[in-house]
């Protein structure tokens, strides 16, 4: 959900003659919203822009975005790190299924709350 | 390496199960707005614009709740903020997978700051600006995503880095 964010004002920058480069790791939400100029990295959600704790790789992934600025001619132009997160792909195969869900305990119970405040609050707005 | 996980049919799927009927329809555009770069990168000024939440913290180096869950409206932290005080309050993230306690893992201002000094970009707008992740596509269009264009100008911004968390 914060990559459609992200992506829906990075549109709106461009519109406003802002040139963006969005870093992401949902490639799907960033390419169905459509933006100008994108770095997917095939992390998971919370490595946006490379692996923790490493310079090296967080500076290739960054540099992979400078260079989109610098030589996308046309809007839609995603290019991917060529890092992979580990051997094993379990975490591509258990994020939101039954078996593991995405949101729980406490951060389950934050998330319902934003839910209803946010409904509290178009309710006080209507 | 295996195929990239597709989220939307993944989250899909998963929200039925939790017994919620309706699918939640993302936002889709056919048309792309884009605008080129005008000077070369070490001339521009470059300002974070990113959903990952990332706030400030208290005085005694410990998250600050009282601004935890604050909801809407777009914010603004300044630039030179050392990253040992920063952290983001996102709970989105593949909490199995990964964590979150590297703030340039999602929000980059230690690196664009090298590469300032390497002279790779001009130099770094005086502020990044935050924007809350919105159920409503609508209030992000008409409110917020506005906001931070206005903030972006005001402060001369020639690219934008967006990071989601």
């Not at chain 1, 951060?107 to 509290?120: M, P, S, V």
């Not at chain 2, 017994?19 to 884009?34: C, I, M, R, S």
């Not at chain 2, 914010?75 to 997978?97: F, G, I, K, M, W």
């Not at chain 2, 000094?117 to 159920?135: D, K, M, N, W």
Request: charged share 25%.
């Amino acid at each position: 959900m914060c990559h459609q964010t992200v992506s829906l004002v990075a549109r709106q920058l461009e519109a406003a003659g802002i040139p963006t480069v969005l870093f992401g790791t949902a490639k799907d939400i960033v390419e169905h919203c459509g933006v100008a100029r994108f770095v997917f990295s095939d992390f998971p959600l919370g490595n946006s822009c490379g692996r923790s704790f490493d310079a090296v790789q967080q500076h290739q992934v960054l540099e992979l975005g400078l260079q989109l600025l610098e030589h996308a001619t046309a809007p839609r132009t995603t290019v991917q790190a060529p890092d992979v997160w580990g051997d094993d792909d379990t975490w591509k195969q258990l994020i939101f299924t039954e078996e593991q869900p995405f949101l729980s305990g406490e951060a389950l119970e934050n998330w319902l709350a934003a839910k209803q405040r946010y409904r509290d609050q178009r309710a006080a707005a209507q | 390496m295996s195929e990239h996980v597709r989220y939307m049919d993944r989250t899909r799927d998963y929200y039925v199960s939790q017994g919620y009927e309706k699918p939640y329809q993302w936002a889709h555009h056919t048309d792309v707005p884009f605008s080129l770069l005008t000077k070369p990168l070490s001339e521009c000024r470059v300002a974070i614009v990113s959903t990952s939440d990332v706030a400030i913290m208290g005085p005694d180096g410990q998250r600050d709740r009282s601004n935890e869950f604050s909801v809407g409206n777009v914010y603004s932290l300044p630039s030179d903020t050392p990253v040992d005080q920063l952290y983001s309050r996102q709970e989105h993230y593949d909490q199995h997978a990964t964590n979150l306690d590297d703030v340039n893992a999602y929000y980059p201002v230690d690196r664009l700051r090298e590469l300032v000094e390497q002279g790779r970009i001009g130099s770094l707008a005086p502020s990044f600006h935050g924007v809350y992740t919105g159920y409503s596509q609508r209030k992000t269009a008409d409110v917020d995503a506005p906001e931070a264009v206005r903030r972006c100008i005001e402060e001369e911004v020639d690219v934008a880095v967006m990071t989601p968390v």
